[in-house]
């Protein structure tokens, strides 16, 4: 049995809006294991990038707020612990990569610097040793001619290498958990086929666990080992990735999985099938099931009721009143 | 890959003839980017982004055109449509060289050939309503009059699944995939025959693209659209094109019917591209080939064929001899040494 990393219990996020409260996470009760790769899907405001900004207390305040829920990380809780504290673990046992690398680096300053920095704060090492662990880690996320590299601008690299240099930096302190939202959306196919291979030998290689943040069904069936669903700030579906895809429960995981266009001759030019209606609006959500109006097997009972995520056998749990 | 070299004889240059059945025909077409610099604005170099392609695209079919970012497929969307001005070669509309048509002409050609754009926020002026955004193109060709203008424009947002009450409503009031209706609305406006369809769906969301590539397949079939779709998702693809064309730095590296070209890529590099999307299924384990290194820029293609660089069969014969597309089987084209005898179809045994 392998041990428990992190827990989310019950977390609440909320943005207090003129518009009024957006509960952007709303509930999410999640745990992973030490060295297991969870992905986090869900369509745009599902609240998959906030339920990770929250563990690392980045949420942007104002206006939002963590509400309630607990968080614990390898024993200690994450949300009661004072700032020194926290900015201990954060970038050093827990670290974030995010979409746009281009945004998260700083354009002034080298990307060697910018990782020696981080590896300088928290491993408390002088400026030649930084130095030289920034260069080995771009050797590692396999960054040719590293030692130039190091001394370039992050506008002198691609896209492809940039997220690259993130990926150095965010394990450059060797963390126990990285959280990855959509690390590889804003990349070519061929080089988010690159990407992915890194983070999976590197994961073998540090023993850290993952969380993965992506709306691709494709990258978590390849590279997570548990699946999150995540609909209008709430989990709605959670099991091991074969169940996920084998045996998905939730109204909404199966319309997703239906609604994409299948491979191969068979399946060409057929008619897809959707889930009706929008994505919601976090402001405006139906009372009782949030998925209700979209759902294919509504009962009257679903407008009224909001379900409890429920296991239906070991392992796989559910958030619907018809299961 | 197998490496059964296809030696057949094959057709040196795709067949210009085809042009009074094709809807479009593009000749040996280029459009190169200036990239200035310095205090005279000199020029420093060029930016590739169409190189030499020969494409033709068929009344009715979909046609797909797939390659990452940068590889020049929505330039050549555009030269297509002539909203660039190519460098050189031709486009044929109908057999019609557009490319010297006075601007008369063309806004009247403009009627047939529309576009469809990526971003559903950028694309629509935010200070105008639906019903003067849908209705423009109508107003601009003078068709109608105004109340039958607008009895148009709600018949075409009936035709893309919006109502009435949406008519006076602005932009930012709509959803992304909502606002992608918005746009297919205005590009059917004028009953085109030709609709370049760039990334429509890569923006939106999940549970959205699925209405909207179904609504594109609706429209076809009910108004005879002719599709050049362009995406870099390639399920998407695969679903809803007739033929795909592969581009790799400005060039078509292969082009082939959709069933063919997913079963049996022939190209190197749309073997690794196939072999890069991940699958929705976690109990396949495919074999991924990693492609090493970056696409090289556009400003300094390598010489020989482009993608030697990254191309795990590379020969030294790679590096200087250009591969021309050649028709290997019928109706699959590919430019690779790899897959014909060369000799034959590169003059001189050596080509820039």
């Known amino acids: 049995m392998a041990k428990s990393l992190l827990s989310i219990e019950e977390l609440r996020t909320h943005f207090f809006t003129d518009e009024g409260v957006v509960r952007a996470v709303d509930g999410v009760s999640v745990s992973l294991d030490e060295g297991d790769t969870l992905g986090l899907v869900g369509e745009s405001g599902c609240g998959k990038t906030m339920t990770a900004l929250s563990i690392l207390r980045l949420v942007p305040s104002p206006p939002g707020r963590i509400v309630g829920g607990r968080i614990s990380f390898d024993g200690r809780d994450l949300l009661n612990l004072p700032e020194p504290a926290r900015r201990k673990i954060r970038g050093n046992e827990i670290s974030m990569i995010f979409q746009e690398p281009m945004t998260s680096l700083n354009p002034v300053f080298r990307v060697g610097d910018q990782i020696a920095e ?5 491993q408390k090492v002088g400026k030649r040793a930084a130095w030289d662990r920034t260069v080995e880690m771009l050797q590692k996320v396999g960054i040719p001619a590293p030692e130039r590299r190091a001394r370039e601008y992050p506008h002198q690299l691609s896209g492809g290498m940039r997220q690259r240099v993130m990926i150095a930096m965010a394990l450059s302190c060797n963390p126990r958990l990285m959280s990855a939202d959509e690390p590889t959306t804003a990349l070519d196919v061929t080089i988010q086929a690159q990407i992915l291979d890194l983070i999976e030998r590197l994961k073998d290689e540090i023993g850290m666990s993952v969380i993965l943040i992506t709306h691709n069904l494709g990258i978590v069936a390849e590279t997570a080992r548990h699946v999150a669903v995540m609909y209008a700030g709430k989990i709605v579906e959670y099991a091991d990735v074969q169940t996920l895809f084998g045996n998905p429960q ?3 995981t199966i319309g997703l999985l239906r609604s994409l266009p299948r491979r191969g ?3 060409r030019r057929e008619r897809l099938e959707v889930i009706p209606g929008l994505v919601p609006s976090l402001q405006a959500l139906p009372p009782g099931c949030k998925f209700n109006p979209r759902c294919k097997e509504v009962i009257a009972q679903c407008r009224e009721e909001e379900p409890e995520l429920k296991p239906i056998e070991p392992g796989h749990l559910v958030r619907c009143l018809r299961r | 890959m197998t490496g059964t070299h296809v030696t057949t004889a094959a057709p040196v240059s795709p067949p210009a003839a085809s042009a009074d059945h094709d809807l479009v ?3 040996d077409l280029v459009k190169h980017f200036p990239v200035t610099g310095g205090f005279f604005g000199r020029e420093l170099g060029r930016v590739r982004a169409v190189d030499g392609v020969n494409l033709s695209i068929r009344p009715g079919e979909t046609l797909g055109l797939v390659g990452e970012s940068g590889c020049g497929k929505s330039t050549l969307g555009r030269v297509i449509l002539r909203l660039i001005e190519p460098t050189a070669g031709r486009v044929l509309f109908e057999g019609q060289d557009i490319l010297r048509y006075t601007g008369r002409q063309m806004r009247a050609l403009r009627r047939q050939m529309q576009i469809i754009f990526q971003d559903p926020y950028s694309s629509l002026n935010p200070r105008k309503t639906v019903a003067s955004i849908v209705g423009e193109p109508l107003a601009i060709h ?3 009059t105004r109340r039958e203008r607008e009895r148009q ?6 035709v893309v699944g919006l109502s009435r009450e949406h008519l006076r409503r602005y932009p930012h009031e709509f959803s992304g995939g909502q606002r992608q209706r918005i746009g297919i609305a205005r590009a059917l406006a004028l009953n085109p025959k030709l609709v370049v369809a760039d990334e429509p769906v890569s923006a ?6 699925a209405q909207v590539i179904n609504l594109l397949e609706d429209l076809q079939r009910e108004f005879h659209l002719t599709y050049l779709f362009i995406a870099h998702d390639l399920s998407v693809i695969e679903h809803i094109a007739n033929r795909v064309a592969v581009m790799y730095l400005g060039k078509i590296v292969e082009l082939a019917p959709t069933e063919r070209l997913f079963s049996q890529p022939l190209h190197p590099y749309t ?3 196939l072999s890069a999307v991940p699958i929705v299924d976690p109990r396949t384990k495919k074999r991924r080939i990693i492609l090493e290194g970056d696409v090289p820029s556009p400003i300094s293609p390598p010489p020989g064929c482009s993608f030697h660089t990254r191309c795990p069969y590379a020969m030294p014969e790679c590096r200087q001899v250009s591969p021309p597309l050649v028709e290997v089987a019928p109706g699959h084209q590919v430019a690779c040494l790899l897959r014909y005898d060369w000799r034959q179809h590169v003059k001189g045994g050596r080509a820039a």
């Open chain 2, 271 to 273: 073997e690794a591209l």
């Open chain 1, 265 to 267: 001759a068979s399946a």
């Open chain 2, 142 to 144: 003078k068709i109608g």
């Open chain 1, 118 to 122: 981080a590896v300088r704060l928290h």
């Open chain 2, 25 to 27: 025909v593009c000749q």
């Open chain 2, 153 to 158: 424009v709600l018949q075409l947002l009936d």
């Open chain 1, 250 to 252: 939730h109204p909404y």
């Open chain 2, 204 to 209: 939106l969301d999940l549970s959205i693209q």
